[in-house]
């Protein structure tokens, strides 16, 4: 008679967990003795105990640090939006491969170099990688150097798995935030589409000069510039960073001829997304500290894909070859006498006009030039709404 009991508690049992677990309804009922809930025969309340099961602690991973030259991608992990554009900046020159100090390239020596270089990524990386695991770093990254124990103030986490490492986004040290820096835009920049200029009011840590006692100098790593939508965008040396940090520029397109130094432009695939949005917030990263400048916003303005415009120049008339200005807001031309190039060069405004549709000929004051010493004339037309248009003068 016990036996009996003991085994109809265990099928009713069996038939309350198919009721309440999975919803069904009792008309298919699953026999008793299928059943592989272990069921306590001693009595009713022991076999409706709860069970406990046991999380294993996890072993807390123990980490050394050091340095490591990274390539843009491995860099930028983590803390852009995309790194699926970085490649490689090409140099169209073998000059300038020491300019900064942290610049990681290819750059051998002047003869082997001597049709350029290509600027890799960063160097001196702090990295943090799982003691464990350090070798095996070595190994894949033989640029690793290894410090110790001590953590510094700003790494990147490597991870590894079979013979490939990934880095996690950067834990940052942030020095400052500052917020009443000023700002300019030019879009008719011998550096690039675009060239975006920050000036330190109150406090002083950007390199404009040749002074190179700033915090953030030539010894820089990386800048990332942040839209008002969030959108993150890595910058990279000599393409778009510089000796004196407080100037930064960057071509959209592989057809730009600015900044002809550079023969091999990367990442435009996200630098052209940049265009047509507001730029809020520059990080600047040096090796052990990052500098958040939040700034008023960077309104980048759309290129004019229009027509290309042309202006054929009769003394002091300069003609175009478009009337038709509906599409620009308050569209100004601008024309400039050069004398000389480089620093030495000369230059002198000889025209400012207000563009009205329907008039192409403008009239320029000559009186302050002088025609016998040989210069060029220049001439570009700028609005509210489209970055500087480059006006060829024939």
């Known amino acids: 008679m016990k036996r009996f009991i003991t085994f109809s508690i265990a099928a009713a049992l ?22 592989k809930t272990p069921v306590a025969a001693s009595s009713e309340s022991s076999a409706s105990a709860p069970q406990t099961v046991s999380t294993p602690t996890p072993t807390p991973v123990t980490y050394v640090y050091g340095t490591a030259s990274l390539t843009y991608a491995e860099f930028y992990s983590g803390d852009v939006t995309s790194t699926e554009g970085f490649d490689a900046v090409t140099s169209a020159t073998n000059k300038k491969n020491a ?15 001597a049709a350029g270089y290509h600027i890799l990524g960063v160097k001196n990386v702090n990295v943090a990688v799982p003691e464990d695991q350090a070798d095996a770093y070595a190994k894949i990254n033989p640029s690793f150097v290894l410090n110790g124990k001590e953590a510094p103030a700003q790494f990147k986490t490597v991870s590894i798995s079979g013979d490939k490492a990934s880095y996690s986004e950067t834990t940052f040290h942030t020095a400052a935030v500052v917020k009443d820096a000023t700002t300019s835009l030019s879009t008719s920049s011998n550096w690039g589409d675009y060239l975006v200029c920050l000036y330190d009011t109150s406090e002083k840590h950007l390199r404009n000069g040749r002074e190179d006692d700033f915090d953030i100098n030539s010894a820089l790593q990386g800048m990332i510039v942040e839209t008002s939508d969030g959108l993150k ?11 004196q940090p407080y100037e930064f520029s960057f071509n959209i397109s592989k057809e730009s001829t600015r900044n002809t130094r550079i023969s091999g432009w990367d990442n435009l695939t996200e ?17 052990d500290a990052a500098y958040e400048y939040d700034i008023e916003g960077v309104y980048v303005k759309p290129q004019y894909r229009g027509a290309a415009i042309t202006a054929k120049r009769d003394n002091a008339t300069f003609t175009l070859s478009d009337s038709n200005f ?4 308050n569209p100004v031309l601008t024309v400039t006498y ?3 190039s480089g620093k030495q060069a000369k230059r002198t405004a000889v025209l400012t006009a207000d563009l009205v549709s329907g008039t192409a000929s403008y009239t320029a004051d000559l009186s302050a030039i002088d025609i016998s010493e040989g210069g060029t004339f220049s001439a570009f037309v700028s609005s509210d709404n489209f970055a500087d248009i480059t006006v060829t003068v024939e």
């Open 14 to 35: 069996t038939c309350a967990t198919v009721l309440t677990g999975c919803g069904k309804s009792a008309e298919k009922p699953v026999a008793a003795e299928n059943t």
């Open 99 to 113: 300019i900064m100090s942290n610049m990681y390239t290819d750059f051998v020596d002047a003869e082997t170099n």
């Open 233 to 243: 965008v890595g910058l990279e040396a000599l393409q778009s960073m510089w000796v």
């Open 271 to 287: 630098l052209a997304k940049l265009e047509g949005k507001t730029i809020t917030k520059v990080l600047y990263i040096m090796p």
């Open 326 to 329: 509906k599409d620009m807001k």
């Open 338 to 340: 050069t004398v000389g």
